[in-house]
């Protein structure tokens, strides 16, 4: 199977083609449970099945503060939300390269997300349980090429030097990544699912591009759009089959005129990519496309694509990254649009690493050494405003604290992590910093209260905010903001 190199006058147009993929879903039913719990370092022994056990740990994949975005009426509304409110359920095993979203009740045990790289899971919600008590959950296979193999970090320590000598790379980079979930794709989510889902589908891009060493490149979520059908006028080609050329070109107008600041932009699509082949009609094996090199440019833009809910797109969304940081597709030529391209004509495309097309096993989630050399090539040609993290700047959160964010509703339920929690004020407390959060027991008209300090900017009384447990006046905050800045 071939790929279609589509050249233009600034930049190579790339698509990466899949193969044959396993055609029967293989499940299993399991019963997980928590062996351990550790509140000191918020670390979780997690036993799946008798074959499989997860030392998990928190895990964090947004820049602090993320931009959620919605569209309602056809009217962006932003929303800036701390990272650790989404990621408060997430957690990672990263020797097996797994990241779950981990939802705790008294009676109650919710694990959603990725086993490895390869497998996911998800709670059976209208099963019966087992007789312990235990929900059940289904174990199923990701979409991939066939005979692809389990992957473990322990598989991917291939030839990493051990020590990096690059003046004009900085050791460790980190790629901002903005992302645009299309109506096709989001639509299958509860808004907040959605969120915990691409921060799951993020952390497990990171672990592909581990195998990437000087410099160590991470990605980091720093915003996501949910995109609706009146949006996708502006970009999308197509219904239900979407045209990739014309839509990335389409996509890149669309996010440049809106100025979303990110290293890289990805559209991910629940719809059927194809390219037109003049003469020969419509190919439809093609899961993604992306500008080779475009990182740090006008021509930042990705799309691939992923059944909701699946992650059945996290190996072809690397691979368009890796694309958009230079690399090609191994055993091709120098890119001739960007000044000094190595190429990969050094490493076979038979290889079965990510850049190939063939189904390497272990090797399909690692990048080859020449494409190594091409990623560290264009990120030296982009110079260090790409390498800088922008989206503290870009995003205004050097000034925002959490009771900008909170409201005193909200503070108490994630404080308690119920819904039932309110936020009760008085003018005595309030000129103190101090307020209570209350439960209020149904049918019984009594309410429990417990204080709690205010946070940093929750309004404590008329033209005035808490900052550091004092009732400050506006202007004094807008004075020390200036002094900080």
Partial sequence: MQCTYLKMSFVTLVCFLIGNVEGTEHTHTVYPMIVEERSSDVSLVLRVHSGLTLSLTKASVTGGVLRLRKYVNGTAVDELVPGSQIEESLFEDKQKMATVSVVMAPDDLRVTGMLSLTERIEPLLYET??????????????????????????????????????????????????????????????????????????????????????????????????????????YVFGLDFMNDMTTLHLFKDYINKKAEQSDITVLLTGRDLYESIPGRGINKNISGIAYEGGICTPNFVAIAEDIPGSYSGVIDTAHELAHSMGASHDGSPPNEHINGHP?????????????????????????????KQEIRHVLRLRGEDCWKVKANKTYSVKNI?????????????????????????????????????????????????????????????????????????????????????
């Fill in 129 to 234: 349980r087992h007789a312990s008590g235990m929900r059940p959950h289904v174990i199923r296979k990701i979409r991939r090429p066939t005979e692809s193999k389990i992957i473990t970090l322990e598989r991917r320590k291939d030839h990493a030097p051990t020590n990096c000598d690059n003046r004009k790379l900085p050791r460790n980079i980190t790629v901002e990544l903005y992302v645009v979930s299309d109506s096709r794709h989001n639509k299958r989510f509860p808004e907040k699912d959605l969120w915990i889902y691409i921060c799951i589908f993020v952390n497990s891009l990171n672990a592909i591009f581990m195998s990437m060493t000087c410099p160590d490149v991470t990605l980091t979520l720093v915003g996501i759009e949910k995109s609706d059908e009146n949006q996708e006028m502006n």
């Fill in 401 to 485: 604290y959490p009771g900008i964010l909170l409201s005193p509703r909200k503070y108490c339920e994630m404080l308690y992590k119920s819904t039932l929690m309110y936020g009760s004020m008085n003018s005595v407390l309030s000129a103190h910093c101090k307020m209570k959060c209350c439960y209020a027991r149904e049918g019984r008209g009594v309410h429990s209260c417990a204080i709690h300090r205010m946070l940093d900017f929750m309004k404590c009384s008329y033209g005035r905010k808490c900052f550091q447990g004092v009732c400050r006046r506006e202007s004094e905050l807008e004075m020390y903001s200036r002094k900080k800045g």
């Fill in 343 to 371: 190429g990969s004509l050094k490493c076979a495309g038979s290889s079965g690493r990510l850049m190939t097309y063939v189904d390497g096993g272990p090797l399909r989630y690692q990048l080859s050494e020449c494409n």
